[in-house]
């Protein structure tokens, strides 16, 4: 529900009287007034979630928009679609066509960097305008319970590491290629159509690791299949306390998964303003640490406004770098 304010009136004297009476002749002279900065929703928002129902873009953009509904925090409704293909391309594309919705709002996940990086977008994250950034999800380097890969001094003993990942250009295969360049070793990336074909092929034995956000292997790591060596972020998680994290193994090597939305670039400040404050709520909340914080063990982040935009510009640059480091653009 809207917050409702009370307003104090003070008796003024006629010389401030004047001054507000001609402050409000030149604010009708320009065409402004105070109620036109104010946005109140009337229709129903739409989120464009760039992959497929039941995966990670899919899965926090639900949660969220079931837990503003939930605490009633607006009364708008809220309505995920899914508009998958072109690693991000297609989905992204048809966001930023409607570059003054103020009821749309876009997932933002690896490909809103790595796609357009690789010249197969006509769009980058220079169309959109930050909304907020939700959370930050880390990655857990595992390895087939049996596997004789204990901790990465074992990988590096080994000289060499079979990864899965979905697609050729994730978080997954730079986590991988970091690595190798790090450590010194050779990393061979096998791309899968998805988690599940990944998660097969490690229990299978096909590969040897998996990077994987602890929605995805801390099921199997409670179950005794996987085993949990290294975590990507700089600091350990609570989820795995006595697992180390590459950089402590002494890798400088640190990537997590940026959660967050965006809105069209032309979309009133106000807007977005109301939108992100919305979204803080939610996130306040013990409905969403419960739904969704400690269900999948992500980092809590709220960064809106200035510091979501200087988020996004220093992970493309750092995408772009590492991609170009690594042979994948020029």
């Known amino acids: 529900m809207p917050t409702i304010r009370s307003t104090r009136i003070q008796r003024s004297s006629p010389a401030r009287a ?117 959370s930050e999800d880390p990655y857990i ?68 690791v998996q990077f994987g956000n602890p929605s995805e292997v801390l099921p199997m790591i409670k179950d005794g299949k996987v085993r949990a060596i290294a975590v990507s972020t700089k600091e350990r998680i609570p989820a795995l306390p006595d697992v180390p994290t590459i950089r402590e193994s002494g ?5 997590t998964q940026l959660r967050g939305f965006v809105m069209p670039k032309d979309v009133p400040d106000e807007v977005v303003s109301y939108w992100a404050g919305i979204i803080k709520q939610a996130l306040d909340s013990d409905l969403w640490k419960t739904n969704y914080l400690q269900r999948f063990d992500s980092v809590p982040l709220y960064l809106a406004g200035n510091d979501f935009q200087a988020e996004m510009d220093k992970r493309n640059a750092d995408y772009k770098t590492l991609m170009t480091s690594l042979g994948l653009i020029k």
């Open 18 to 134: 004047g001054l507000v009476a001609s402050l409000a002749l030149l604010a009708a002279a320009v065409g402004w007034s105070p109620a036109a900065k104010a946005f109140e929703p009337e229709r129903d928002v739409t989120i464009v979630v760039t992959s497929s129902a039941g995966g990670g873009s899919d899965i926090i953009t639900r949660v969220l928009a079931d837990t503003i509904t939930k605490l009633k925090l607006t009364k708008s409704n809220f309505l995920v679609e899914n508009r998958t293909g072109g690693s991000g391309a297609v989905g992204y594309t048809y966001a930023a066509k409607r570059t003054e919705d103020p009821y749309l709002w876009t997932n933002i996940g690896v490909s809103f960097f790595t796609t357009p990086l690789l010249g197969q977008s006509p769009v980058s994250y220079k169309d959109f305008k930050p909304l907020a950034a939700v």
């Open 251 to 255: 890798y400088d090597v640190t990537i």
């Open 141 to 208: 380097m595992v390895v087939k319970a049996d596997s004789p890969l204990k901790t990465l001094a074992d990988v590096k003993k080994a000289g060499r590491i079979v990864s899965g990942t979905t697609g050729i250009v994730s978080d997954p295969a730079l986590l991988a290629k970091s690595l190798e360049t790090a450590m010194g070793i050779k990393a061979d990336i096998v791309p899968f159509g998805g988690d599940g074909e990944v998660v097969t092929a490690l229990l299978g034995g096909h590969i040897q």
